[in-house]
Every structure is written in C-alpha cells, then in structure tokens.
T-cell receptor, first 111, second 115 residues
C-alpha cells in the first residue's frame, strides 16, 4: 500500500478555505486515497475518499492530480471545530487491515 | 444506531493485573479491529477479525488476546498489564467490500494507564 507524506502542521484562519496536501507518489492504480481526521483524543472520523476523480461531500472536497501522485483535501470554510489531525492514507479496497497510519497534519484553525 | 461502543472509557491498572476492553458494534459489519495510539503517534493495529470465529494478529499483538464469538462483539484482553501498554485503545469496524468505499467507523476510545 502507498506510503503517504503530509506536512506536520498547518494554520488556517476561521472562515477561510483549508487546503491540506498529501503526497502519495507510490500509489498503485487500484489504491484509493482516504482522508480521516481525529479531533483531540477522539476516535478518527472518516471524511472522504477517491480513486482518480475529484470528489465532494458535505464535509470536504478531494482534488486528486491527474497522475495520482498527490491530492489535496479542501475544507471550504474552516471553523474552529475543524481543528484536528488529518490523515491521508492510500489503501487497496477491502484491505483496511494493512492501513498504515502516519502522523498526519495537525490543522489549527484560528479565530 | 449507536455505531461502535467501547467500555470502559478510562481505567487504571497495576502492573500484572488483567482486564478486558469491551467493543460492540450494531452496524452488522463483518470486519472489526483493535488499535492502540501512544501520545503524539499514529494508530497501530493490534488484532483484527474478518468475521465471527476468525481473528488474526496485526502489527503489535504481543501482550494481548482477542476473541470474536459474535458479529457484534470483539473484546480485547490484557493478561499481565505492563507500563508499556499505557495507551489509548480504539476499536473500529467496517464492511468487507472488494471495491468501493470500505470506511472504518471508530469507537470513542479507552484510555488505559498501567502503574
């Protein structure tokens, strides 16, 4: 499964868009890119996933480059409650037991 | 729909004591997992189960045991608690799909301290 690289921390002003990058240059053709977040010490929460097309749901948008080597999670109007650690993970469908959780990006949304 | 429920939320153990962390899910997921998360670190898989009666080791299984007698329940047992097992433990579940979304649903966590 693909190794992913994320910046350790980012800041964002409340109300502005938060753009969280992820590099997954070794991703294979059948691996999905998943994003989860962990608020304080709670259990991780699923945000969004994609294979090669851009995706949007009620929480966020996911932009995947055409070569699939990187992606960006976009929180369009960040709020203080979006302060969390965000994890980008590359995984074969159905293979959650091989998920490798890195350190993610710690996003601080500032008032 | 409660999702994934873990008990207890907090526990302090003495070295050498035993205990069981309980996990139950009401989503009829066939896959269940136990993770531990040390301070400032990512999650590490302890054990997982692909269905009732089937369990397998993850990345850090030593010092733990699991069982899966029903689809809903996946308890994690610590037999001889050691300070190295001080951590936050998360239970999770998911469907098993060969394609498409295979989203993990997590419990709220159990914070264990071994003194």
């Amino acid at each position: 499964d693909a190794k992913t690289t994320q910046p350790p921390s980012m800041d964002c002003a409340e109300g502005r868009a938060a753009n969280l990058p992820c590099n997954h240059s070794t991703i294979s053709g059948n691996e999905y890119v998943y994003w989860y977040r962990q608020i304080h010490s709670q259990g991780p929460q699923y945000i969004i996933h994609g294979l090669k097309n851009n995706e949007t749901n009620e929480m966020a948008s996911l932009i995947i480059t055409e070569d699939r080597k990187s992606s960006t999670l976009i929180l369009p109007h960040a709020t203080l409650r979006d302060t969390a650690v965000y994890y980008c993970i590359g995984i074969n469908a159905g293979n959650n037991r091989k998920l490798i959780w890195g350190l993610g990006t710690s996003l601080a949304v500032n008032p | 729909n409660a999702g994934v429920t873990q008990t207890p939320k907090f526990r302090i153990l003495k070295i050498g004591q035993s205990m069981t962390l309980q996990c139950t899910q009401d989503m009829n997921h066939n896959y269940m997992y136990w993770y531990r998360q040390d301070p400032g670190m990512g999650l590490k898989l302890i054990y997982y189960s692909v269905g009732a009666g089937i369990t397998d080791k993850g990345e850090v299984p030593n010092g733990y045991n699991v069982s899966r007698s029903t689809t809903e329940d996946f308890p994690l047992r610590l037999e001889l608690a050691a300070p190295s097992q001080t951590s936050v433990y998360f239970c999770a579940s998911s469907h098993d799909r060969s394609s498409g979304a295979n989203v993990l649903t997590f419990g709220a966590g159990s914070r264990l301290t071994v003194l």
